[in-house]
């Protein structure tokens, strides 16, 4: 399994929304990072696929907060700022182990986060740029 990384640090781009919520962050969370809701207090919390209970991701958090703030997260929508370049088109990417990290394997629970799609806003005639597509 390999982590992916991001493009560079705070940059996560939302290209579409089809479903999100908001809610208070219970830790410091960075833009793009898997969250879960926290079944005792409903704050959103750092999710990853070790276990069945951290495993629970609602989705990709839209911006970096710090604990006690309010944080968008996607559930469902394309998104752009994981590195996905040398990942092919229709690509699974999965919850990693890594606590808000994404994997293009399963985890030791596998949960597919969404699949690299193609996205069309460069020169005509050059290639589509790769971008991920969640659907939770």
């Known amino acids: 399994m390999a982590n992916l990384t991001m493009v560079a640090s705070g940059k996560f781009r939302v290209l579409e929304s089809i479903i999100q919520d908001t809610q208070i962050a219970a830790e410091?969370?960075?833009?793009?990072?898997?969250?879960?809701?926290?079944?005792?207090?409903?704050?959103?919390?750092?999710?990853?696929?070790?276990s069945a209970a951290e495993a629970r991701i609602y989705g990709?958090?839209?911006?970096?907060?710090?604990?006690?703030?309010?944080?968008?997260?996607?559930?469902k929508g394309?998104?752009?700022?994981?590195?996905?370049?040398?990942?092919a088109y229709d690509l699974a990417i999965y919850l990693s182990d890594t606590d808000g990290t994404l994997a293009d394997s399963a985890g030791t629970v596998s949960v597919?986060?969404?699949?690299?799609?193609?996205?069309?806003?460069?020169?005509?005639?050059?290639?589509?740029d790769?971008?991920?597509f969640v659907d939770l």
Do not use: H
């Not at 998104?79 to 996905?84: A, E, I, M």
């Not at 969404?114 to 290639?127: E, Y």
């Open 28 to 50: 410091a969370i960075d833009a793009g990072e898997a969250v879960r809701y926290d079944t005792s207090t409903g704050k959103f919390t750092g999710a990853n696929g070790s």
């Open 60 to 75: 990709l958090a839209k911006s970096t907060v710090a604990a006690g703030m309010p944080l968008t997260a996607i559930r």
């Open 78 to 87: 394309v998104v752009d700022g994981w590195d996905v370049s040398a990942k």
């Open 112 to 128: 597919i986060v969404g699949r690299v799609i193609p996205a069309n806003s460069q020169t005509l005639g050059t290639a589509a």
């Open 130 to 132: 790769k971008v991920l």
